[in-house]
């Protein structure tokens, strides 16, 4: 089922108002600059309006049009309601604490050139930027998860993840290998872990571009294998009730102990059953609640 008022509680934090009945939210227009509430979105069907600029568009093409994103990463942006645990302001944690390159030495560990993509005149850096438009991207994840380059590593977009462990992905099929990374452990990584304490629902991925296509309260295990460090925070989150597993083919056996784990404990679990694809490239999906029956079937196929 599609949603917008996840999407508005996200990008729109301070300045909404609702009608009486909650069928329309009413924000300051990004396309016009009003400040007073111009724009109505509809929550309960697909309109979108601004009495000011005379604006409309679908809920798909605003997503698009705010977030510039592709039309398949936008749609993801429909699909989830991620809510603050503490109920503090979305826009303030996410400036204040996700993702940002600490001054604990964090910068330091990633490769020596190691140079951020944001206003960088490199043309290398160009040629990474374009991938990364043509992946759906913008500047507002390029910002968001400080995404940079290395001379020593080229033509990889290189993505801080965690504790110094980072990743460097090709942007052309033909260099292999796909990912770089480091030579330390990787055990207990996880791209976007702060999620784990912002959220009371989130979303598991396998990649990190996955994970930005989904949203801020999506981590990546940034490789196929669930192991048991990671298991381990992710189940421990006090925070988190509700566990949505984006679940590519042919990965129920690698996640299945995990989500069993998860049932176990009383989370409540859901499987995002991609048929094609993945996150970051498609929204073929069936959504699944995990139970005896879902875990059946998928184990028969």
Same mark, same amino acid.
């Given at each position: 089922m599609l949603r917008i008022d996840g999407f508005i509680d996200r990008y729109f934090p301070d300045n909404v108002w609702y009608n009486a009945e909650r069928t329309d939210v009413s924000v300051g227009c990004p396309f016009c600059g009003d400040t007073k509430k111009h724009l109505v979105?509809?929550?309960v069907k697909s309109a979108v309006h601004c009495f000011r600029c005379d604006y409309k568009a679908s809920w798909i093409q605003f997503v698009m049009d705010v977030t510039k994103l592709s039309y398949y990463s936008a749609m993801n942006e429909l699909y989830y309601k991620p809510r603050l645990a503490d109920g503090e302001s979305m826009l303030a944690?996410?400036?204040?604490?996700? %993702?940002v390159l600490e001054k604990n030495g964090t910068l330091a560990r990633l490769p020596d050139d190691f140079e951020l993509l944001v206003g960088n005149a490199n043309p290398l850096a160009g040629a990474i930027r374009g991938y990364i438009e043509k992946r759906g991207f913008?500047?507002?994840h390029?910002?968001?998860y400080n995404l940079g380059?290395?001379?020593r590593y080229p033509l990889r977009v290189i993505m801080p993840i965690e504790d110094g462990y980072w990743q460097g992905r090709a942007i052309f099929d033909w260099l292999q290998p796909r990912y770089i990374n480091p030579k330390s452990t990787a055990r207990s990584v996880i791209? %976007?872990?702060k999620a784990l304490e912002m959220y009371d629902e989130i979303v598991v991925c396998e990649g990190a571009f996955s994970a930005m296509a989904v949203g801020s309260n999506a981590i990546a295990l940034i490789g196929k294998e669930m192991t048991k460090e990671k298991q381990y925070r992710i189940l421990n989150s006090t925070n988190v009730r509700k566990i949505i597993v984006a679940?590519?083919?042919?990965?129920f056996d690698s996640m299945q102990m995990f989500m069993d784990r998860a049932v176990a404990i009383g989370k409540e679990v859901v499987v995002w059953k991609y048929n094609t694809g993945d996150p970051a490239d498609s929204v073929d999906f069936e959504v699944l609640q995990y139970n005896l029956r879902t875990r059946v079937t998928l184990t028969m196929e």
């Amino acid at each position: 089922m599609l949603r917008i008022d996840g999407f508005i509680d996200r990008y729109f934090p301070d300045n909404v108002w609702y009608n009486a009945e909650r069928t329309d939210v009413s924000v300051g227009c990004p396309f016009c600059g009003d400040t007073k509430k111009h724009l109505v979105v509809s929550l309960v069907k697909s309109a979108v309006h601004c009495f000011r600029c005379d604006y409309k568009a679908s809920w798909i093409q605003f997503v698009m049009d705010v977030t510039k994103l592709s039309y398949y990463s936008a749609m993801n942006e429909l699909y989830y309601k991620p809510r603050l645990a503490d109920g503090e302001s979305m826009l303030a944690k996410l400036h204040n604490e996700t %993702n940002v390159l600490e001054k604990n030495g964090t910068l330091a560990r990633l490769p020596d050139d190691f140079e951020l993509l944001v206003g960088n005149a490199n043309p290398l850096a160009g040629a990474i930027r374009g991938y990364i438009e043509k992946r759906g991207f913008g500047d507002y994840h390029i910002k968001k998860y400080n995404l940079g380059m290395s001379t020593r590593y080229p033509l990889r977009v290189i993505m801080p993840i965690e504790d110094g462990y980072w990743q460097g992905r090709a942007i052309f099929d033909w260099l292999q290998p796909r990912y770089i990374n480091p030579k330390s452990t990787a055990r207990s990584v996880i791209f %976007n872990g702060k999620a784990l304490e912002m959220y009371d629902e989130i979303v598991v991925c396998e990649g990190a571009f996955s994970a930005m296509a989904v949203g801020s309260n999506a981590i990546a295990l940034i490789g196929k294998e669930m192991t048991k460090e990671k298991q381990y925070r992710i189940l421990n989150s006090t925070n988190v009730r509700k566990i949505i597993v984006a679940l590519e083919r042919g990965a129920f056996d690698s996640m299945q102990m995990f989500m069993d784990r998860a049932v176990a404990i009383g989370k409540e679990v859901v499987v995002w059953k991609y048929n094609t694809g993945d996150p970051a490239d498609s929204v073929d999906f069936e959504v699944l609640q995990y139970n005896l029956r879902t875990r059946v079937t998928l184990t028969m196929e």
